[in-house]
C-alpha cells in the first residue's frame, strides 16, 4: 500500500530522475490537457495530486502572510508607532496592493522566461522579504518590506496558475483550483492560530521567522519538483507592443474582464472583513485571545465550500455554480444588513452570516477565475497577471477602504458586502448578456474562439 501511495503522487521515472527529467512520466490523460500554444504531448507535467498540492502550497503563501499576522496587529502597530487605529490595516492592505500591481509586470515575464525559472526567484524574493520584515525598526520600514513581500508572491501567483493552465482547462481546472483551495485554506483557518501561538513563545518578529521557514521549504520543492511547462518554441517576446497587445485582448473579451471584476468586487468585501476582522472580533465583540477561533469559524465554511465544488463543478457547469453562489451571496448579505440597522449584530449573526457568504465565495472564486481564463491559453501568464491585478489590486483597495471605515460596530463590513455583492451581479448580467444559470459548454467555446465586443 504505501508503495502504491507513492508512486501514484512520485510515479517511478519521476522518483528516478532528476527535477527537471520528466519526459518519461508524461501522463496522456486528456483531463488534463490545456489548449496553449505548444504541443501538449510534450509539456512537462505533474502528477495529479502533487500538482494539487503544489499550487495549494503556493496559494498558501498569501494565505499565511496575511492572516498569521492578524492577531499581532494591534501590538505591531503599538511597538513600531502606527498614528491611528486603523492605520495597523495598512500592513495587510499595503501587501494585497503590492501584491496586485506587480502581478501586470510578472505576467509578460513568465510568458518569456517560462514558469519555473520565475517561481525560484520569486521564492527568493520572498524569503528575503520576511527577513526584512524581521529587522524592520519603525512601521514604514515594515510597511515597505511588506510591500516587496507582496510583490514577490505576485510572482509566485501568476507562474503557478499560468503552470496550471498549461496542463489542464474548462472544469478540469475549475477541480483543480477547487481541490487545491480545499487543501490551502487550512492556512487561513488555522493561521490566526498559529500567530497567537508565536506571540505567545516568541514576539511578533517570531511570526515572520516562520514565513521565512515556509519560503524555504517551497523554494526546495519547487527547485526539485517543479516542471517547465512553456517550452521555448511557445514562448512570447517580450517587448511593450507585446505586453499591450495581451492585456489588450485580455480587458477586450467579454467573459474575461466581466468575470474578473466580477470577482474582484466579492473578494474586496472579504478583504475588507480580513484587514477589520481583529478590530472586529477583539473590540466589537471582545472576544481578546479567542479571536483566530472566531475567525476559524467563519473561514472553515471556504473550505467546505471548494470541497462542494470540487464535486459539483462537473455536473452543473461553472457557470451555474457561479451565478447561483452569487445571487445568494447578494440576498444573504441584505437580509444581513437589514437585520443589523433594525435590531443592530451579534457574534453569533455575525459569525453565521459571514459564514454563509464565505461559503458563497468559495463557489464564486475557483469558477469566475476559470472562465475568466477560459479563451487565454495562448497568452496564460499574461492572462492570470491580469485577472490577479484586477482581482487583487481592486480587491484590496476596495477593502481597505472599507475596513478605514470601520467604527466599532460591523455596520460598515455588512453594507460593503450589500453593496459589493449587487455590482458584482450587475457586472455578470452585462457578461453574459442576461442569460444566467447556463452551463452549456458551447458559449465557452464561442469565447475561446475569440469573441470581442
Known amino acids: 500500500m504505501v508503495q502504491m501511495q507513492f508512486e501514484l503522487l512520485f510515479p517511478p521515472a519521476l522518483a528516478r530522475g532528476g527535477r527537471r527529467d520528466y519526459s518519461d512520466a508524461m501522463s496522456s490523460n486528456e483531463e488534463f490537457t490545456g489548449d496553449g500554444p505548444h504541443d501538449e504531448s510534450l509539456a512537462p507535467r505533474l502528477p495529479f495530486p502533487e500538482l494539487v498540492a503544489l499550487t495549494a502550497a503556493f496559494m498558501a503563501l498569501n494565505a499565511l502572510a496575511v492572516d498569521m499576522m492578524l492577531p499581532a496587529l494591534g501590538i505591531i502597530g503599538t511597538e513600531l508607532g502606527a498614528a491611528q487605529d486603523n492605520d495597523r490595516q495598512l500592513i495587510i492592505v499595503v501587501y494585497l496592493l503590492g501584491n496586485g500591481i506587480a502581478q501586470l509586470f510578472f505576467g509578460p515575464l513568465v510568458d518569456h522566461f517560462g514558469r519555473r525559472r520565475v517561481l525560484l526567484w520569486a521564492l527568493g524574493g520572498y524569503i528575503v522579504g520576511s527577513a526584512l520584515s524581521i529587522v524592520a525598526s519603525s512601521f514604514t520600514l515594515l510597511l515597505a518590506a511588506r510591500a516587496f513581500q507582496g510583490v514577490t508572491t505576485a510572482a509566485t501567483r501568476v507562474a503557478s496558475i499560468a503552470l496550471v493552465r498549461d496542463q489542464c482547462s474548462g472544469r478540469r481546472m475549475a477541480e483543480v483550483m477547487s481541490l487545491a483551495i480545499t487543501i490551502f485554506m487550512a492556512a487561513p483557518i488555522l493561521a490566526p492560530s498559529f500567530g497567537q501561538l508565536l506571540l505567545i513563545a516568541a514576539p511578533w ?178 492572462a492570470a497577471a491580469a485577472n490577479g491585478f484586477a482581482g487583487t489590486t481592486v480587491a484590496g483597495f476596495l477593502g481597505g477602504l472599507i475596513g478605514r471605515f470601520y467604527d466599532g460596530t460591523t455596520t460598515p463590513i455588512v453594507m460593503g458586502f450589500a453593496c459589493l455583492g449587487m455590482c458584482a451581479f450587475a457586472i455578470v448580467l452585462w457578461t453574459e448578456k442576461g442569460r444566467l444559470f447556463h452551463s452549456s459548454e458551447a458559449d465557452a467555446a464561442a469565447y475561446a474562439a475569440g469573441e470581442r465586443e
Open 205 to 382: 518578529r517570531g511570526i515572520f521567522v516562520a514565513l521565512l521557514l515556509y519560503g524555504l521549504v517551497l523554494a526546495i520543492w519547487a527547485y526539485w519538483r517543479a516542471p517547465e511547462t512553456l517550452p521555448p518554441s511557445a514562448r512570447t517576446p517580450f517587448n511593450l507592443h507585446q505586453v499591450f497587445a495581451s492585456y489588450k485582448e485580455f480587458a477586450t473579451t467579454r467573459i474575461s474582464i466581466g468575470y474578473t471584476l466580477s470577482s474582484a468586487l466579492v473578494f474586496g468585501a472579504l478583504f475588507g472583513y480580513i484587514s477589520a476582522s481583529e478590530q472586529i472580533f477583539i473590540e466589537t465583540f471582545d472576544l481578546g485571545p479567542y479571536f483566530p477561533m472566531a475567525f476559524a469559524a467563519v473561514a472553515i465554511s471556504l473550505a467546505g465550500a471548494s470541497m462542494t465544488n470540487a464535486r459539483l463543478v462537473g455536473r452543473f457547469g461553472m457557470r451555474r455554480l457561479a451565478h447561483t453562489a452569487l445571487l445568494s451571496f447578494v440576498i444573504i448579505n441584505i437580509v444581513h444588513l437589514a437585520i443589523v440597522s433594525i435590531a443592530g449584530d451579534s457574534l453569533v449573526l455575525f459569525i453565521l452570516f459571514t459564514g454563509l457568504s464565505f461559503f458563497c465565495l468559495g463557489l464564486i472564486g475557483a469558477n469566475m477565475s476559470s472562465l475568466a481564463l477560459q479563451p487565454m491559453g495562448h497568452i496564460a501568464g499574461s
